[in-house]
């Protein structure tokens, strides 16, 4: 497999979700998993969009036949990412980004301990608490419950190769960038695609 897999999580309110969707416009030979999930869909969301929608009993056969490369419960629902499609991608070279938290990172790494893993973190508790509150959606209570998520969240960012310090969102765009570049030219990648080059030193 030519192909890099890259690990990004955050804690809420970080601004992953922007810079992913940054990246993923501006470079078209990355793609995002799209993950399987037993919840119902939300208004405006669609299969095979935002994410594949199945009842729990076909996601019990998943894990059963061992198709996710990574899988969890969360507030009573499940979610899993396909090993399948992943493998699938990687070896036509093409790089796939995994959104997920870092207990699934955990699980990914054990699978393709090649992967790159990259945790985005705000400069501040102060500048996390003024972003969960600028969005105007939770009360103060839920928003003291997702700072005390995300402080624990962080705690765990030394587990990952990358951090990624969203300070501006400019910045943050570029270092995302720069981290998938470098993974490209890493030897094995190269190695694999540029084969005869190589086979000729010999």
Do not use: C
């Not at 310090?165 to 943050?172: E, H, R, S, V």
């Amino acid at each position: 497999m030519s192909g890099n897999l890259f690990i990004v999580s955050a804690p809420s309110g970080a601004g992953k979700t922007t810079l992913v969707r940054l990246l993923l416009e501006g470079d078209p030979r990355i793609g995002v998993s799209i993950s399987h999930t037993t919840r119902a869909p939300r208004p405006g969301e669609e299969d095979g969009r935002e994410y594949h929608f199945i009842d729990v009993p076909a996601f019990r056969e998943k894990i059963g036949r061992n198709e996710f490369l990574e899988w969890a419960e969360v507030h009573g629902n499940y979610y899993g990412t396909s090993k399948r499609w992943i493998e699938a991608e990687m070896a036509s070279d093409r790089d796939v980004l995994l959104e997920i938290d870092w207990q699934g990172a955990r699980q990914v790494r054990k699978a393709f301990p090649r992967a790159a893993g990259i945790f985005v973190m705000p400069p501040s508790m102060a500048v996390l608490e003024a972003r969960l509150s600028g969005r105007g959606t939770d009360s103060a209570e839920v928003i003291a419950r997702r700072i005390a998520a995300a402080r624990d969240e962080m705690r765990h960012a030394e587990e990952f190769d990358y951090v990624i310090i969203n300070d501006g969102l400019q910045q943050a765009v570029a270092d995302l960038q720069t981290i998938v570049g470098a993974a490209r030219l890493r030897h094995a990648n190269q190695r694999q695609r540029y084969a005869s080059l190589f086979a000729s030193l010999l």
